[in-house]
């Protein structure tokens, strides 16, 4: 499932393409993927000036000159496609720019999303979010959204209000590297350890994205190259392989339905 390194990659790349360009034709290829894309979608977008584009979590977020902003999740298996050779049954919606590039959101199991709102107007997605983790959470805001929780730190960084878009490798990269253990409670991890923890979430992060993001199943960048920070893991995917830090074997365990993959001994 694409991640935040791996949405804030395809925003980046789609603003390359997109950004200051008029959208010449805008086509819907199905009614709907998780939802059924908005009915005036083509109408409000075909000629509108794409004025600039953002992120919000796992949210991407194209912005136009009529006041409308294009709100898209990859879901599990989504991902732009830029200038490919020929569609093909899975690209479901299509940008095509004045300029003769064409863009088309491809998502083969079709659990992501495209959601269109007025400028100004809550997006019902965004209500409730955390903060968001980049450039950095600060501890403080960390410590007072932890503050009291009975509930283990790996399932409350994955809560989105406690932090927005934060998922389930990076947690799991994050918590490796500020030396806690997943299952702990995440009201008792001490003020030292949080600063830990939050400059570990900024910097996997930022290292991610510098990579590209993680190849995983499907997940590709718009341009078709491939992210390569899944070979930088210290634990996510690598049950029973030596812990870089110690060399004892890195174990698996489920939290809420997830794989958590951490070092009993490095993380207490």
């Known amino acids: 499932m694409p991640e935040l390194p791996e949405v804030e990659t395809t925003v980046r790349g789609l603003a390359q393409v997109l950004d200051g360009r008029r959208l010449a034709r ?6 709907d993927m998780r939802r059924p894309f908005p009915q005036d979608l083509g109408q409000r977008l075909t000629g509108a000036t794409v004025t600039g ?24 298996s989504g991902r732009w496609r830029i200038d490919p050779d020929e569609l093909d049954k899975h690209d479901h919606l299509v940008l095509e720019t004045a300029e ?30 955390g903060p968001e983790p980049l450039p950095t959470v600060e501890p403080s805001e960390l410590a007072m959204r932890l503050k009291g929780k009975g509930t283990a730190i790996k399932l409350a960084l994955l809560d989105q209000r406690v932090i927005a878009g934060l998922g389930n490798i990076y947690v799991c990269e994050a918590l490796y590297r ?24 900024g910097d996997v992060l930022e ?6 993001g993680s ?6 960048q718009p341009d078709g190259d491939l992210g390569y920070f899944s070979k930088k893991f210290d ?14 074997a890195v174990r698996r365990r489920v939290q809420g339905g997830r794989s958590t993959f951490y070092c009993a001994s490095c993380q207490r």
């Open 26 to 31: 805008v086509t819907v290829r199905r009614p």
């Open 53 to 76: 584009l953002a992120r919000r979590a796992k949210y991407g977020l194209i912005h136009t000159d009529r006041d409308d902003t294009m709100i898209f999740h990859l879901g599990m």
């Open 100 to 129: 003769g590039r064409v863009l088309a959101l491809n998502d083969p199991r079709r659990f992501g999303s495209v959601d269109l709102v007025a400028n100004g107007e809550d997006y019902a997605g965004f209500i409730g979010m």
């Open 178 to 201: 500020s030396g806690i253990a997943p299952g702990r409670k995440a009201g008792s991890v001490g003020k030292a350890r949080l600063e830990k923890l939050a400059a570990a979430i």
């Open 207 to 212: 290292e991610a994205i510098e990579a590209g």
């Open 215 to 220: 190849t995983l199943r499907d997940y590709a």
């Open 235 to 248: 634990v996510y995917g690598r049950e029973g392989e030596d812990c870089h830090g110690c060399g004892s």
